[in-house]
């Protein structure tokens, strides 16, 4: 059985658990934007694996490697 993960719900706490630590406002936004869209893209891509195998580890072993490409 697979677990499903919702890429909107998972980049926004993914957001609020890893807060930026940078100086600058500016910089503040491109860190939270940055993780946003990472965390996003790498749900979409789980949800891709989970929907093609049995095992929630099989689709985790699936995207471990792969890179994001933004």
């Known amino acids: 059985m ?3 993960i ?3 719900d ?9 807060p930026s630590t940078s ?3 500016e910089d ?3 860190d939270s934007l940055e993780l946003y869209l990472s965390a996003y ?3 979409e891509k789980y949800e891709r694996f989970s929907n093609s195998t049995q ?5 985790f072993s699936n ?4 890179d994001i490409n933004m």
């Open 55 to 59: 095992e929630t580890s099989e689709a």
């Open 28 to 30: 503040k936004a491109k």
């Open 23 to 25: 100086e600058s406002i």
């Open 41 to 43: 893209k790498l749900a």
């Open 10 to 18: 998972f980049a926004k706490m993914a957001l609020m658990a890893n």
């Open 6 to 8: 919702d890429p909107k």
């Open 2 to 4: 697979t677990l499903s």
């Open 63 to 66: 995207i471990r490697d792969i």
